[in-house]
């Protein structure tokens, strides 16, 4: 009798648990949405769990597999999650509707990462008006007086390129362009020379592979923050902070006293959160601690550096498999360079439209951030359709899946410039583009991203050709374990001088 009752105490837990992982499942079918069957425990996120395929490239084959549908319903473990195909409705989403999907719906562990309060993830409340007061430092203006210090950073670039290249040996590429980027972070917006370049044991380089390295600790962290925010919160009573947060938080408390002890003014970004630090009253009720400071300077140091680093090195890997685009595109920085000589301006880079549509149709083919999230701020009902959605409804673009979809792009694996025409952008919807999202929440430091993507590819091809190698990997496989899009295995290419007559 008693084995009895033990059994049918261990079916009435399993049954619970069952119960509790598949309780949702039904939540799609009973609005009339498709999509892929769910499984207990993993919703339809079993290989992005365990590492086997990349979100980007999941949400891709979903996208394909339900091509005729403007939305599919998916669930990530248990919690159901929209994906947005049509344009229109993604426009909605973005920009007309803005509002009702003004969050991005990322869980907030102030105690535990005292630095994930920043402006990418950050609720509506306290997004608006810091955005609203830190949007002038990445204006035209603002970009043009950085500019010189940009072109001092790929002074420096260039230089180092050519102490690599003296060695004769295959270069990995990510690395070489994360160096740049972050020296360029380092001078524009903190005022720090971090040596990335100079110095093998820079500490800001170091940092940005401590957070972007898919170790398997990283990745624990996420996965547990994601699924169960309460019990990552739990972890600050008794676990120390990391070292990256402990860096960033002193290095910004530190840069503000020394500016504030010695009168600096750089009117850079820190000088702008300085400001804010000073006069909190400029934020409304919205209370600004150091942790808050230092989270806007950690996210704009990390998003600067690491999209733009990859965006350039994606760049390269493609010219080397397309000589003739390569070819192409040193043509017009030569006739750049003969018609104003060495003074590179933003004018001037503004000018090269064929650099511009290779770096655009780079951020088509790698968007860095496969994914848009958005998250619901009210119930919602989308025009043209009986749909309607419950508050805190998460509502995800496949970025990659639409830059890759061959019936907007055909022969979305060709690397085709071209694909960027005036004529060809105004024939897409504008929704078919979104490598910096759109909206009020797009990406604040694009115009910043931009060029200093645009002036380093410049250094490198005026002097240098890319060629592919025996550690080239190809074709092309983006690595599951990485928190944007990358490469599984670096980008190794060769860089060769080019001898000019």
């Not at 001092?152 to 260039?158: K, L, V, Y």
């Not at 690595?479 to 290419?493: E, S, T, V, Y």
Request: net charge positive; charged share 25%.
């Amino acid at each position: 009798m008693e084995s009895f009752e033990i059994l049918c105490g261990v079916a009435a837990i399993l049954l619970a648990i069952y119960y509790y992982f598949t309780s949702t499942f039904d939540f799609w079918k009973s609005r009339g949405i498709q999509g892929p069957q769910p499984i207990p425990v993993f919703g339809n996120f079993k290989d992005i769990m365990l590492n086997k395929k990349a979100a980007g490239n999941y949400l891709m084959e979903i996208y394909n597999e339900f091509k005729n549908e403007p939305m599919i319903g998916i669930f990530a473990r248990k919690t159901p999650v929209l994906i947005v195909r049509d344009p229109e409705f993604i426009k909605d989403i973005l920009i007309k509707d803005f509002t009702k999907f003004a969050d991005r719906g990322i869980p907030l562990t102030e105690k535990a990462d005292p630095l994930s309060i920043h402006l990418f993830a950050l609720e509506p409340k306290r997004w608006r008006p810091l955005r609203v007061k830190l949007s002038p430092v990445f204006t035209s203006g603002k970009l043009k007086e950085m500019f010189s210090l940009i072109s001092d950073c790929a002074e420096h670039f260039e230089q180092y390129i050519g102490t690599l290249v003296n060695k004769n040996e295959p270069i990995e590429c990510r690395e070489l362009t994360a160096k740049y980027t972050t020296d360029v972070i380092g001078t524009c917006a903190f005022g720090i020379e971090m040596n990335a370049l100079s110095d093998e044991d820079s500490e800001f380089r170091r940092m940005g592979r401590m957070v972007f390295t898919p170790t398997w600790r990283n990745i624990l962290r996420m996965r547990v923050r994601q699924s169960l925010p309460w019990l990552y919160e739990m972890f600050s009573y008794f676990l120390p902070q990391t070292e990256v947060t402990k860096f960033f938080t002193r290095v910004v408390v530190e840069t503000m006293n020394y500016r504030e002890k010695n009168h600096i003014i750089r009117n850079d970004f820190i000088d702008m959160l300085r400001e804010l630090k000073n006069n909190p009253d400029k934020l409304g009720d919205v209370k600004i601690t150091d942790n808050l400071i230092a989270s806007q300077a950690f996210v704009f140091f990390l998003a600067g550096f690491e999209t733009s680093s990859t965006t350039m090195s994606n760049a390269l890997y493609e010219l080397a498999l397309n000589q003739e685009i390569q070819d192409k595109l040193r043509e017009e920085i030569d006739e750049v360079y003969t018609k104003h000589g060495n003074n590179l301006t933003y004018e001037n880079i503004k000018k090269m439209n064929y650099l511009d549509k290779v770096f655009k149709e780079t951020l088509r083919k790698y968007p860095p951030a496969t994914i848009l999230m958005r998250q619901s701020t009210s119930s919602y009902t989308f025009d043209g359709i009986t749909l309607n959605i419950p508050k805190d409804q998460k509502v995800w673009i496949p970025v990659l899946a639409i830059h890759r979809d061959p019936d907007i792009y055909p022969k979305p694996d060709v690397f085709n410039p071209e694909r960027f025409t005036d004529e060809a952008v105004k024939a897409r919807h504008a929704m078919h583009y979104l490598p910096f999202g759109d909206g009020p929440r797009n990406c604040i430091g694009a115009r910043f991203a931009v060029y200093q993507t645009k002036i380093g590819l410049i250094k490198i091809l005026r002097n240098y050709k890319v060629e592919t190698c025996d550690k080239t990997q190809i074709p092309y496989v983006i690595d599951p374990k990485a928190f944007l899009l990358a490469p599984k295995d670096g980008i190794h290419l060769r860089i060769i001088k080019v001898n000019r007559a």
